[in-house]
């Protein structure tokens, strides 16, 4: 007999979506100056939510002029009195997380079981700590007497929009930086939700300015003459190009990139919960997620009972409607990722590795990618090399740990890798030998306010989270 789960969806009454947003500059929603504007979708429905403004070059430099005049009396605030605004602001989003939750799954496509257990927790965490940080400057590493920096141009992708806002934002202000942040075109409005708590906590205007477009307009922020630091969270491609127009300049840069983590199962590992770890590693927000687990490294003599282990939970995987509090897997985010995943699978078939996709009924409108698994894959398939950001995980196999080692590291990305044994030296004997800034030991995909994260390699530079997180932010005043 088959126990179904009757639908449980979430209510959405609780959030309030505008027809159309104006541009966030100095603490008021305003007109765009000289931007046009496009139609933000929900991806599980294609239904339009409302229209954004792609912000032009005019409204950028608002922004940015807005961002420096507030800089000179925050930068001089007590830190006590930044961390104050900071806790309110971390208050306000728990007091409203349900509200944020809902509206990132609407605008986004993940789970709401994940935007409210995982996303939004992890927000306020984030502001609380380095509200804890505000007056406690002089023990972030960065030498003496720190300081601040100026004006933090902050461009964020749109698989975590508001976790990858408070990444940025958090940490900044308790620094004394003031910020304009371009949330990703398709993911809006939980950016401009986040405006109204900033209001809401009365946060001096100008401190915080979130000005909302695509690509253009990220660039005419990176290029804009009067900043002081980058922080980019996005693709390899458009780091490279970030990179190479702030060379010259004094900004300061850090690029959190993309990802192709190995989670490296042993002979010897607890097989149930490295299952639930690469379930977990690759299926978590659809696959989009930059440390995602998306290459298993298998050793040989436990793949078959490894992969019958994983088919069988992977059926128990519910996709489908986001907002229903059972789904596991939600919509894939945009056309356009979809259509990326598409080619990537289809390369992966062409490449000659076996496909195995999870039988499941997808609704008929929205874009879906069902959870899939190649085995028979090489590491010179495409599907082993480049970051697919979809529930596709790609199958290899090794014998010996140092061919693990070798393997794992094969590969231009150096973000996160995982590692499952009950060997606790073998553990720390392979997280020494992998070239990945994370890498986590029998558990996968575990983020912590208070731990830096970031990449080697084409997954970036720089440290986000943590104390190590502060040193973006700041200067040594003796210098
Ligand atoms: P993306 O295309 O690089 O976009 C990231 C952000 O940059 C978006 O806001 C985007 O605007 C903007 N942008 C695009 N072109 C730009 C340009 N020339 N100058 C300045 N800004 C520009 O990446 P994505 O597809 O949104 O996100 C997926 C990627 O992010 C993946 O590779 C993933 O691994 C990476 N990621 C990394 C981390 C990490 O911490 N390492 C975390 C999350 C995601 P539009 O929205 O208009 O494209
Ligand atoms: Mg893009």
Sequence with gaps: MVFEYAPAPESTSIVDIQTSYGLFINGKFVKSKDGKRYKTINPATEEVLSEIVLAGKKDVDAAVKAARSAYGKWSKLPGATRGKYLYRIARILQERSREFAVLESINNGKPIRESRDVDLPLVAAHFFHYA??????????VGPNPQSLGVAGQIIPWNFPMLMLAWKIAPALAAGNTVVLKPAETTPLTALLFAEVCQQAELPPGVVNIITGAGETGSALVNHPNINKVAFT???????????????TNKKVTLELGGKAANIVFDDAAIDQAVEGIINGIFFNQGHVCCAGSRLLVQESVKDELLDLLYERMQTLRVGDPLDKNTDVGAINSAAQLAKIQELAESGDTEGADRWTLKCELPEKGFWFPPTVFTNVTQAHRIAREEIFGPVLSVLTFRTPQEAIEKANNTPFGLSAGIWTEKGSRILEVANNLRAGVVWANTFNKFDATSPFGGYKESGYGREGGRVGLEAYLKSGDK
């Design 132 to 141: 804890g940080w505000a007056d406690k400057l002089e023990y972030a590493g």
């Design 234 to 248: 996005g693709s390899t491609e458009v780091g490279r190009l970030i990179a190479s127009s702030v060379a010259g």
